[in-house]
């Protein structure tokens, strides 16, 4: 993989966070027929070139978390569903799981936010 190619599926990967945590519209570079594998080589790559530069100007790129990576990749590779996609029984007998949804905004949160 090239440095440029996983500059992109890095990119794409903190659009995804970008959208979730600071801009709903932000628009989203493609992730499609990425694997998982891709997605971690590219931050290895990024991490990589990160590292080997050294003195004077340079760019230093982010990488993304490999728990951020694990939930885009979950997000985009599995349909919204009511079913979890992991399910593990706790102690105590809770269930701890992992699922991707669709849900609605709520309208009196979009009202709220319009007020301000």
């Known amino acids: 993989m090239t440095l440029d190619r996983a500059l992109e599926i890095v990119g794409a990967i903190a659009d995804r966070y970008i959208a979730s945590e600071?801009?709903?519209?932000?628009e989203l570079g493609s992730l499609e027929g990425?694997?998982?594998?891709?997605?971690?080589?590219?931050?290895?790559i990024v991490q990589a070139e990160n590292i080997s530069k050294s003195g004077g100007a340079r760019t230093i790129h982010v990488v993304p978390d490999p728990r951020l990576i694990a939930a885009v990749y979950a997000f985009e590779n599995y349909q919204p569903s009511r079913t979890a996609i992991l399910s593990v029984r706790q102690p105590g007998g809770h269930l701890r799981m992992m699922a991707v949804i669709n849900q609605r905004p709520n309208p009196m949160h979009a009202a709220n936010e319009d007020a301000a």
């Open 34 to 44: 990425v694997s998982l594998r891709d997605m971690l080589d590219a931050c290895d």
């Open 22 to 26: 600071i801009n709903p519209d932000h």
